[in-house]
C-alpha cells in the first residue's frame, strides 16, 4: 500500500492540521494508505485531471441553479459520474483517484468529485450531510428555517451526484432524509456546509465498515484507523478498536500497550470495562509465549 519513502500519514496528519485543509488531497492521501498504486505522480494526476474537469464548466453561468446544472451536464451526463447500489461493496467507491477512474462511488465521493471541481470553476459549492445520504449544494448556504420549495433565484440548490446530479427539492431532500431516519423534517442545520475534517472523517468511517466485514482486509481497516486518529479530534474508541485488530493481527505486544493505554483513558468513569481491558492485554502478552 504504502509507497516506500513517502510517509503519506504524516502528510495528512499536516494537511488535517492547516487552517483550510485540502479536501482532495486528503482523501488522495486516504486512498494511498488504503489501496495500492497510488504514488505521488499519481496524487498530482488526480489533482490535474479535477483542474481540467473544472476548465470545462462554463464560467460564472448565473445563480445556484444554473450552476447545480452546469456540474450535472458535464459530470453526471457527459462524463458518467454516478452511483449503483453495487457500489457500496467496493472499496474502490470510497477512493478518490478510483472514483475518477471508475466514474463510480458512494454519494459522499462523488459529491467531494462534484464539489472540487466546481470549486475550481468559481462555484458557490459545498457538501450537504443529509441523513443516510450526502449531496451538495449551490450558493450561499441557509442561514434561517429551510429554504422554500422551488427555490428562489438567489436561494441554494441541493443536487445529488449518486443520482447523476440530479437537482433536488426540498420534499426531495426529505424524502431521501426519511429514509433513514423515518420521516424527521429537515432543519436548517441538516443543510449546513459540512465540514472538510468531518467529510474525511465519514469517509474513513466508510472504509472502516467495509473492511471489518471482511476479516482478510484487517490491513486496510488498520490504515483507516490509524488515519483516523491522526484527525485533530477522534473518538476514544478509537484506540480500542486498533488494539483488537492489532491482537486479531497477530501483533500481541502492540495490542497489549493499546488496551492498556485505553483502559487509563477510561477508568474514571467506567472502571470495570477498565479492569477488563487490562484483562484482555494480559491474555494478549500471554500469547506471546
Known amino acids: 500500500m504504502k509507497q516506500p519513502g ?17 479536501l482532495a488531497l486528503l482523501c488522495l492521501l486516504v486512498g494511498a494508505e488504503t489501496g495500492p498504486g497510488l504514488d505521488e505522480d499519481g496524487i498530482d494526476g488526480v489533482q490535474i485531471e ?3 474537469l473544472a476548465g ?10 444554473a450552476w447545480a446544472r452546469a456540474a450535472a451536464e458535464l459530470l453526471g451526463e457527459r462524463c458518467g459520474f454516478r452511483g449503483t447500489p453495487g457500489d457500496y461493496r467496493r472499496l474502490e467507491s470510497s477512493q478518490l483517484h478510483e472514483v475518477l477512474r471508475r466514474r463510480r462511488g458512494l454519494p459522499i465521493m462523488l459529491s467531494v468529485v462534484w464539489m472540487e471541481v466546481a470549486r475550481r470553476a468559481g462555484a458557490p459549492v459545498y457538501g450537504v450531510a443529509l441523513p443516510g445520504h450526502f449531496v451538495v449544494g449551490f450558493g450561499p448556504p441557509p442561514v ?9 433565484a438567489d436561494e441554494p440548490v441541493l ?11 426540498l420534499a426531495d431532500a426529505e424524502s431521501l432524509a426519511a429514509e433513514a431516519t423515518g420521516g424527521a ?14 467529510i474525511v472523517r465519514r469517509i ?26 491522526l484527525l485533530p479530534s477522534h473518538p476514544a474508541r478509537l484506540r480500542h478498536e ?40 494480559r491474555a494478549a502478552r500471554a500469547r506471546l509465549n
Open 6 to 22: 513517502i510517509d503519506h500519514r504524516a502528510r495528512f496528519a499536516e494537511e488535517a492540521r492547516a487552517p483550510r485543509p485540502d
Open 185 to 198: 423534517p429537515l432543519s436548517a442545520a441538516t443543510l449546513t456546509p459540512a465540514d472538510p475534517l468531518d
Open 56 to 65: 470545462r464548466l462554463p464560467y460564472a453561468p448565473g445563480g445556484p441553479r
Open 204 to 229: 474513513l468511517n466508510n472504509i472502516r465498515a467495509w473492511a471489518a466485514q471482511r476479516p482478510e482486509q484487517s490491513d486496510v481497516q488498520l490504515a483507516a484507523v490509524d488515519l483516523a486518529l
Open 159 to 169: 443536487a445529488d451526484p449518486f443520482d447523476g446530479g440530479r437537482l433536488l427539492s
Open 50 to 52: 479535477l483542474d481540467e
Open 242 to 281: 486498533r488494539a483488537q485488530l492489532l491482537v486479531a493481527r497477530g501483533d500481541f505486544a502492540a495490542g497489549a500497550v493499546e488496551l492498556e493505554e485505553y483502559a487509563s483513558v477510561i477508568a474514571a468513569m467506567e472502571p470495570q470495562a477498565a479492569d477488563s481491558l487490562r484483562r484482555q492485554a
Open 144 to 152: 434561517g428555517p429551510a429554504a422554500t420549495d422551488p427555490p428562489a
